[in-house]
């Protein structure tokens, strides 16, 4: 079976402070993983993924995540946080073969002050 | 189409009555899932198509819920008789054969609110 866990259901940086958002996945297979964005009264948008090349992974507006097997990690970070980033963040996880299900974590609520 | 498309957005309903959501898939994509987002909760997983394969209906709630995918493309979620519980935002997803490599693409999302 697999999961992933968010740990943190709200976090709150300043603006222009570092943001760091936490998943660990369990999976017994190779994972593969994701990290969408969801803003007020939308739908979800990919930022990221990671298909078993590059652990360190780059997505849109500036943020990234490095697949850490060791650690069963999978973090999502991002230099300098911008008022824009505020909105809500999930890890998901699924595996390879063909189509199947993603599995996504509770969602971390991102808070973005000045 | 461009994007995944859902509708309607926005559904109140009665209590005990039947509702349908649509879900029209990025043309050329085989997979086709569905997922329920409560108030204060992440996406819980409810059904997912691929192809002619029979469906995963593993994460359906209760025998109150179905759904069907004609000719591979359009998809519909019915709910029957609904309970004030099942209000919650029901997201519709598509991808090529593997997600896993290509990408889900999420739609808007149909907000029900059963009163």
């Known amino acids: 079976a697999q999961s992933v866990t968010q740990l943190g259901s709200h976090v709150s940086v300043s603006e222009g402070a570092l943001v760091l958002l936490r998943c660990n996945y369990s999976?017994?297979?190779?994972?593969?993983l994701f990290w969408y964005v969801q803003y007020p009264n939308q739908g979800l948008q990919l930022l990221l993924k990671?298909?078993?090349?590059?652990?360190l992974v780059k997505g849109i507006n500036g943020f990234e995540a490095e697949f850490k097997k060791s650690e069963t990690s999978f973090h999502l970070t991002k230099p300098s946080a911008h008022m824009s980033d505020a909105a809500e963040y999930f890890c998901?996880?699924?595996?390879?073969?063909?189509?199947?299900?993603?599995?996504f974590g509770t969602g971390t609520r991102l808070q973005v002050t000045l | 189409g461009a994007g995944v498309s859902q509708s309607p957005s926005n559904k109140v309903t009665e209590k005990g009555k039947d509702v349908e959501l649509r879900c029209d898939p990025i043309s050329g994509h085989t997979a086709l899932y569905w997922y329920r987002q409560s108030l204060g909760q992440g996406l819980e997983f409810l059904i997912y198509f691929q192809g002619n394969s029979a469906p995963d209906k593993s994460g359906l709630p209760s025998d109150r819920f179905s759904a069907e995918r004609t000719g591979g493309s359009v998809s519909t979620l019915t709910i029957q008789r609904t309970q004030q519980e099942d209000s919650a935002v029901y997201l519709c997803a598509s991808s090529y054969t593997s997600g896993a490599l290509y990408g889900y693409t999420f739609g808007s999302g149909t907000r029900l609110t059963v009163v």
């Open positions: 999976s017994s297979v190779p994972p593969y």
């Open positions: 998901a996880v699924t595996f390879t073969g063909t189509a199947s299900k993603l599995t």
């Open positions: 990671y298909t078993s090349a590059a652990t």
